[in-house]
């Protein structure tokens, strides 16, 4: 199934990162190689938010390349 718009899915969406406690984020360093980190994402709604600061290898990659691939991971145990 091909989705075109965010409403089609955003409930479902909402529900699994609402009860998701790590993300994993993929970026692309300037020199082209993929980066990944755990983080931990803040809810306010429908925004996620996470923290780092601009010198940060993250920030760099950001720069470089905007787009990034995030993998929510469920806590099982909540």
Same mark, same amino acid.
């Given at each position: 199934?091909?989705?075109?718009?965010?409403? !089609?899915? *955003?409930?479902?969406?909402? +529900? @699994? %990162?609402?009860?998701?406690?790590?993300?994993?984020?993929?970026?692309? !360093?300037? *020199?082209?190689?993929?980066? +990944? @980190? %755990?983080?931990?994402?803040?809810?306010?709604?429908?925004?996620?938010?996470?923290?780092?600061?601009?010198?940060?290898?993250?920030?760099?990659?950001?720069?470089?390349?905007?787009?990034?691939?995030?993998?929510?991971?469920?806590?099982?145990?909540?």
């Amino acid at each position: 199934m091909k989705l075109t718009n965010f409403a !089609d899915m *955003q409930d479902e969406f909402m +529900t @699994r %990162v609402s009860q998701a406690v790590y993300c994993i984020m993929a970026t692309v !360093d300037p *020199q082209n190689r993929p980066r +990944t @980190r %755990v983080m931990h994402p803040i809810w306010a709604g429908s925004t996620g938010w996470v923290i780092s600061w601009p010198g940060s290898h993250k920030a760099q990659h950001l720069a470089h390349n905007r787009q990034v691939s995030l993998a929510y991971l469920h806590d099982k145990a909540k």
